[in-house]
């Protein structure tokens, strides 16, 4: 009975060997794994064959076929670690059930970052029976099981089994934990990792949140830097176990492959960023916080590639920074701390944890340590102690911090006395030097004013009135008057870029450049130009001047040029018609190629025709509402007043402007210029022109009558009161003659001529002081002027000073030797 029972075990044990090899028959290379119910969790890491495909291109039927069958090798690692590859790899196990039941099983590819994982279910035959798909390429929702992990349902049937292949490809690193699970075992495993993980999270988020509140009470940058970096450091370990993209971003595909580099960049940045203020890096070790600055700049380079550079490249470039970043912070810290600073010892112990994490973690990125559970959860554990430990440290800071300030507060009371009195000293320097500053400021702009020509102004039938304003007690506007060859005058409104005492200054270069153009230039072209090269020559900054220049002939002919200025206004004498004259030109003092630009334009004013020069603040200025006066308006306001003299016109338009802006503060310098033909000129040129030629005729009394017809339009002509000063020289009416003649010297002070007929008058009407004076006055504006030197002599004799009339004398001797009057004269002197 003992060898019957035995024979049948032997038979028995026989056909199961038989069977078995039957039905591996075609896999005969394939690793082996028997299951049945006493299963519970086993790694897969030396159960396995792999095969590194280096094309990446090979299909499960070649796979399967007898070639490349044999390339297999058996895995020597419990967690294979290939860092980052461009290939491909193949993984091939069997799995047997010698039970009369099916056993369900999970296999579980606990590595969240592999692009594409497919798995083969053959029958070990070369048939592929079924075929799953799964990868961080795919949405979350797409996986058979919702875990961070990637993990597979599977089912042996009783007595029997499958043979496994699966291709793995990945840009991320190459990482195979395969481990097989019982799913009750899985299940309770999952729960247990879940609720490690959530108190893991779950405490760095109470951290962050506690040193947020910290930050807005303290308002110490410190927390508000331990808060961005460990927001940071939340979401990059998130990801890096999968937590993220299964509950954050399930369905971002592209953003869970790519966020590992931004987020371990940003990480970076505010880690270094907390250490340089947490251990005060600028003040105790300058030389090594520029290291620190540098990496974080590089850091921040690095950031916009992250999002689609080369994932490989990127994630090596970080670990690079990471592992610098360590090298240099640690002896920094130890350095830091041995000086005395006491709490940068939490820092030395925390960050040397984490520290020891991120090299571990990146040995086991690039393969050169094994993947296994200490590796893998290396970066939780040292983190964990580094969110409580800097916490306790910036806690330590604030006491360390507190005790100081009590150290200082010992001899505060003394050294706020001291501050105080050396502030009170301070300020009252300040306030000393202000009051110098104004009264510069006062003194500058009464300067500039007083460079500005007096208005109204009157000249051959052209009126000229002006408002000038500026913003502070100095401004960047100005407007001048020029008197130019032949009888031409010409006008000017300018505007200096800036404000205050650099666009005084600046329009002072501009006035005296002006000045100088015109004496050899009389249209605006050449003038622009000659201006243009003068102030590039002075101004050597980015600073420029605008400018409309006029020139106006007797006879009322225009010639303007515009060198980036507002454009020039006209209303014609019937009040209706609006003109706008304007030229290409750029602004003075900027480029020597502006200079090809300048052109003038040229027109005709006519009796009663207005034109109107402006700068930008007149129309920019603003109200209340915060809207601006503009041209419209301005324009309008031409129109509206065109009925009202010249001088009237002017208050009005200015006081409208001023109702408009209210007590708004102005913002720009302001200027206006108006310029008329006087409509009554026309009838005064005749009455003038015909007392001139009865003058030149020699009937004196009725060229008096046609020019005080003249004065009776314009009192302030000059040449009417030059000509009228002449009749009343002729006829006579020597103290009319003066009067006259002097109020045309207002004006034109350095005419000798006139200054002698002065003296000539004075000395007729026996007046002989004064008539020295005058003719004095003649012979020093002209040297050679023997007339005046004769009348000098004369009336020196009248006054009974003969030795002082001899000079005279001979002076006129010296400019005409044979002058018979100062040799008479030089006779009586010596008899």
């Not at 003075?588 to 700068?615: C, F, I, K, T, W």
């Not at 026309?682 to 009725?702: A, I, N, P």
């Amino acid at each position: 009975m003992k060898s019957t029972s035995r024979n049948r075990v032997n038979f028995a044990f026989a056909m199961m060997i038989i069977i078995g090899a039957i039905f591996f028959s075609g896999n005969a290379g394939a690793a082996k794994i028997e299951v049945d119910h006493e299963i519970k969790s086993l790694p897969l890491g030396r159960q396995v064959e792999l095969f590194e495909d280096k094309s990446g291109k090979l299909t499960v039927g070649e796979i399967l076929s007898g070639e490349n069958s044999a390339k297999f090798k058996p895995s020597i690692s419990n967690n294979p670690s290939f860092g980052y590859t461009g290939s491909a790899y193949w993984v091939r196990f069997a799995v047997n059930n010698w039970t009369g039941d099916q056993i369900d099983w999970y296999l579980e590819v606990a590595y969240p970052h592999l692009d594409l994982i497919e798995l083969y279910v053959t029958d070990g035959k070369g048939t592929v029976l079924d075929k799953r798909t799964a990868g961080d390429g795919f949405p979350f929702a797409m996986r058979e099981i919702n875990h961070r992990n990637f993990v597979f349902k599977l089912k042996e049937p009783a007595r029997g089994g499958h043979e496994y292949l699966m291709r793995i490809k990945s840009t991320g690193a190459m990482n195979l934990h395969l481990v097989m699970w019982s799913p009750d075992e899985f299940n309770d495993w999952k729960s247990i990792v879940q609720i490690v993980l959530g108190m893991f999270y779950g405490a760095i988020l109470v951290m962050i949140i506690y040193n947020l509140f910290l930050f807005f009470s303290i308002r110490d940058t410190s927390f508000l830097y331990y808060v961005l970096y460990y927001s940071f450091y939340f979401i990059y370990q998130m990801s890096l176990v999968g937590l993220a993209f299964q509950y954050l971003w399930p369905d971002q595909v592209w953003w869970h492959n790519n966020n590992l580099p931004v987020l371990i960049c940003g990480t970076l940045f505010f880690a270094l960023l907390f250490s340089r203020k947490f251990l005060d890096t600028p003040g105790h070790l300058p030389f090594a916080d520029r290291f620190l600055k540098i990496i974080m700049v590089a850091a921040l380079v690095i950031l916009p590639f992250s999002f689609f550079g080369n994932y490989q490249v990127m994630m090596t470039a970080m670990m690079i920074l990471s592992v610098i970043s360590a090298l240099i912070l640690f002896p920094v810290s130890i350095r830091i701390y041995i000086s005395g600073y006491l709490p940068a010892r939490f820092y030395v112990i925390a960050w040397t944890a984490f520290w020891i994490g991120t090299i571990v973690y990146s040995l086991k990125m690039f393969s050169l340590i094994p993947d296994m559970f200490a590796t893998r959860w290396v970066q939780q554990a040292t983190s964990m102690m580094e969110v409580v430990l800097i916490s306790l440290g910036l806690a330590d800071r604030i006491n360390y911090m507190k005790k100081e300030l009590e150290d200082l507060n010992v001899n505060l009371e003394s050294i706020v006395e001291a501050r105080t009195r050396d502030l009170d000293k301070a300020l009252k320097e300040k306030e000393k030097k202000d009051l110098e500053i104004q009264m510069e400021y006062e003194l500058t702009g009464n300067l500039q004013k007083g460079f500005l020509p007096p208005v109204p102004y009157y000249f051959e039938g052209i009126k000229v009135d002006a408002f000038y304003r500026s913003m502070g007690k100095v401004g960047g506007d100005f407007y001048d008057i020029f008197h130019m060859k032949g009888g031409y005058i010409g006008i000017l409104v300018a505007d200096a870029s800036g404000h205050g005492m650099p666009a005084a200054f600046l329009t002072a270069l501009a006035k005296i450049s002006f000045d100088e153009a015109i004496q050899s230039c009389l249209f605006p072209a050449d003038i622009l130009r000659q201006v243009n090269n003068e102030l590039i020559t002075a101004i050597k900054t980015d600073d420029f001047v605008t400018a409309f220049f006029v020139v106006i002939s007797p006879a009322f002919e225009v010639f303007y040029g515009n060198a980036s200025h507002q454009k020039a206004i006209v209303l014609r004498s019937d009040g209706r018609a609006i003109e706008e004259w304007d030229t290409n030109g750029l602004f003075l003092g900027a480029l020597e190629e502006a200079n090809d630009m300048y052109a003038e334009g040229q027109d005709v004013l006519h009796y009663g025709d207005r034109l109107v020069m402006y700068s930008d603040g007149m129309i920019d200025a603003k109200n209340g509402s915060n809207e601006s006066f503009g041209e419209t308006r301005f324009k309008n306001l031409i129109k509206d007043t065109a009925d009202l003299p010249l001088q009237e016109a002017k208050d009005g338009m200015i006081a409208e402007w001023d109702r408009f802006t209210g007590q708004m503060p102005q913002t720009d310098d302001a200027t206006m210029v108006i310029i008329e033909i006087d409509p009554a000129y026309s009838r005064l040129f005749e009455y003038r022109d015909r007392g001139f030629k009865l003058l030149s005729e020699k009937k004196f009394d009725e060229a008096i009558v046609e020019l005080k017809l003249a004065l009776e339009i314009n009192g302030m002509d000059e040449k009417t009161h030059l000509y009228l000063g002449e009749c009343y020289l002729k006829n006579g009416s020597f103290e009319k003659s003066v009067e006259h003649l002097q109020q045309y010297l207002k004006n034109n002070e350095v005419d000798a001529n006139v200054w002698f007929h002065i003296a000539d008058a004075y000395y007729k009407n026996g007046n002989y002081a004064m008539a020295y004076k005058s003719a004095l006055m003649a012979s020093q504006l002209r040297n050679s002027f023997t007339d005046a030197l004769a009348v000098c002599g004369h009336s020196l004799m009248k006054l009974g000073n003969a030795a002082e009339a001899v000079k005279f004398w001979n002076r006129i001797l010296a400019y005409d030797p044979g002058n018979k009057t100062a040799k008479s004269e030089l006779e009586k002197c010596n008899a």
